[in-house]
């Protein structure tokens, strides 16, 4: 397989490239063969990568452990059945953040799961633990192993993350799935990798994650039942194919996952999950709740509201204006307010906007806070103008 490098190409070369790109629509393409599947739903293709993601502790190696099983032994394994063809039944499992002693942990549960013998590797499977290298390391690790295993069907990935130093770099992000992208469709083959989700929401982790979104033919979700933690319910966040039925795995005594076959999905409610009230020891960090009180408490116990908020106006120029916002911010105001990109509130305007906006209950008016600018009534209209922190009063 050729490696790719940051060089731009030659015009000769740019004109092969372009000529290997054309499409023809009196041209014969080969249809990317189905390799992964969960009952009768495509998750996995020739040519293509997918994905599966879940919050930390949430059993998805072991989900992905069934993922390699399945393809080792060309059947099923949980839910998921795989039917590589002659020429792409070798599998390399890559693991990014494990010792050599968990990474073995995981080998044997391959094995058992795919009914081998676990006292001898299986000439078809080959894992590598990557933890002690640099990301770019890991990377070229990985390419290399790619393009040197002769007929190479499955590679799993755990976790793309360690490809990377910065989660949130566009930069990186985008080299690491072009990569992906490169490596699929050189060799034919396909990858499925792993990502956490972020600890607030359902989102993959980073701009890693958003262009995973956008690229993966298929994304899963690992998540415990929320009313059984020790059932992890797995469900397609979404898929070129058509959606699979959510089922749940849990891990049996022999440390293995098994199905629960009594499990019922429960039915998604349209639209956006119901926001969770504002709590600020979720939602302010603890930097801001320390900054906040210790210049608030530097000079001895406070005094009634009046004397609370004069410390916070002496404290004001030592944190970042979104902090103080942060701090103000306290659940016992409403939350039906938001402002625009222009500083424009809206009652009820909802999450497209840019800042969460609350008012006071003291019974001083309606003083608003939010994004670390300040709004207050200018007339019976409800019109607001901003006022800078300086002015907090």
Known sequence: MEKTSCNIPT???????IKESVISVTGTYEQSASVLM?????IGTLGNFSASIGKAKSKKTFNVSAIAAAA????????????FPEGKRKILYVDTEQGKNHCQIVLNRIL????LPKDSDADNLTMLALRKYSPEVRLAITEEAIGMIPDLGLVIIDGIRDFIHDINSPGESTD?????????????IHIHTVLHQNKNDEHARGHVGTELNNKAETVMQIEPDKDDKSISVVEVIHSRDREFEPFAFRVNDDSLPELVESYQPQKRQPGRPPKEPFDPYKEIPEDSHRSALNAAFEDGNISGYNGYLERLKEGKKRWE??????VLLRPDWEANMYVNHSGEPFPGAGS???NYVGYTNNGEGNTRYGGGRVYTPENSSQQFVPRTLPDLK
Not at 11 to 17: D, F
Not at 73 to 82: E, I, S
Not at 321 to 326: E, K, N, Y
Request: hydrophobic letters at 30%; charged letters at 25%; a negative charge.
């Open 11 to 17: 015009p000769e070369e740019l004109r092969n490239y």
């Open 38 to 42: 969960v009952d009768d739903s495509t």
């Open 72 to 83: 080792l032994k060309n059947g099923t394994v949980l839910h998921y059945r795989a039917c």
């Open 112 to 115: 058992k799961l795919a009914g």
């Open 176 to 188: 690491v799935i072009s990569k992906f992208m490169q490596w699929t469709d050189d060799r034919q």
């Open 321 to 326: 204006p979104s902090s103080l916002a942060s």
């Open 352 to 354: 497209s906007y840019d």
